[in-house]
DNA sequence: ACTTCATGGTTACCGATAGTAACGTTACCT
DNA sequence: AGGTAACGTTACTATCGGTAACCATGAAGT
């Protein structure tokens, strides 16, 4: 069996399969998140059998492509989230940032990773774990500690761990579409959210009933108040809260 | 050309559209997201060349049963949204409730507008528009006017927008996976977070760093912290907060 | 009644791609 | 040297998206 080898035998057989995933993640960010598995082989010099060797079939490679990935931002992620003597609202702006500074730099591998492997039956492979998955399961290991260690209810780590991790993953898919601010500005406004929540709404029912049954008619400041101007300066990451009303 | 048809072919043929939409639906709910082509034209009787006539390709036929999906969630949607004198708070939670029903009523459908059509490069049908992204526009639309009624940055209104409705997306996915708690629970939880964010952590680093660094060592209110008991009633909509501290 | 044409349907095919079988080659290890 | 195990190839199959060509039927128009 596979265990009782040459031991060097075996880091070889490693070494040769991160260079075949990272020959993977050059078609993808080449080709797009469509690469064929010839695409992949031949980005690394070699024929479809070898992939097939080393990973069994599509999903493996895909899983080990995710894998590498993953580990990639997970460095940074774990880096931003264990600092010590941070602030809390500067972790939550740090991971974020890390994120999409992650998304920014492999927008095509990031595609990649957005879509979940289409998991048809014959797939004898081991279920494979989404991108997400492993990121909202570390976040949420980092939020329960958190979360019990400030005496709050913990059983809302994971729903807010996976929920936060789609927050960001979704928010960096439209981003890299229409890119209409910076990255910092965005790290900003998804920290506002994360930390503080939507701002008061009281008059949002009234004010939007108004506007959205009678849709012929533009709301009155609609045009006064949407500056969409970008005040982000060119800071990595942006600690400061986005000016709007303090809640009290 | 086709505009020029007697007024009812053109009304029988939506009929016959949304048939084999509807089909395809089923087809999905049978046979999971990978179902091909081949199994939803024969689970509407028929064989491919018909569905390739009306939708033109995969991608025309994705689209049409994102559209439908899409038509069939954003009704409640948009009923919880638009109802006036209901606190925001409340709008959150219905409009939270309204999508998660959605994702529990049809999970295979779901996880199948969870995966982005891979744009393969001969692809000359219209860019298909992700069902995230759909909801995420309409989101986008009524936070924008509810921001600017309520005097805050309307900027944020799209970032937010598409960030909320990845976290419910991405937490209803894990949710879908792991049913550990009722859908009242988690839409109680996600309210939370939406409406006021992460609780202080003020303790975060420091109760982390220790955790995190000398990881054999398991927290010591590990066992005692985590009841991980269901405390959800079966209540259609949990409007009340969970307990945890009040912010001040 | 016979043709004509639109409509709805089918069979039979093509091309690409995931996956495999069988075989050759190099290099290591007794 | 020789066994053997890893490395690699060519050539194949199966499946699936997509298309071409053909068939049936029924409602006109003449």
Redesign the interface.
Known sequence: MKSRMSPDREVRRQVRRLELVEAAVRAIRRE???ASMEQMAAEAGVTKPILYRHFGDRGGLYAAVTTYAFEGLDSGLQRA????????RQ??SNAIDAYLAFVEQAPELY?FL???V????GNLQETIDDF??RV?RDVAL?L?????????????A???A??????????G???LERR??TRAR?TA??T??????????????????A???TDPQP?P??VT??P?GDPAVGEVVAIGR????Q?Q
Chains 1, 2 share one sequence.
């Open positions: 797009g998140p469509g989230l264990q600092s010590v003597d941070t602030p809390p972790v939550v595609r957005a879509q979940r289409v998991n048809e039956p997400t998955t909202g980092i329960g500690e958190a979360l019990r260690a400030a005496g709050a209810d913990s059983g809302a994971e729903p807010w996976f929920g936060i991790v789609g927050m960001v993953f979704a928010a898919a439209w981003w209409t601010m965005l406004y998804l506002d959210l994360v930390c503080d929540g939507l701002p008061d709404l009281e008059s949002l029912t009234a004010g939007l009933a506007d959205i049954t709301a400041d609609l108040a949407a969409d986005t000016p709007r009303r809640r």
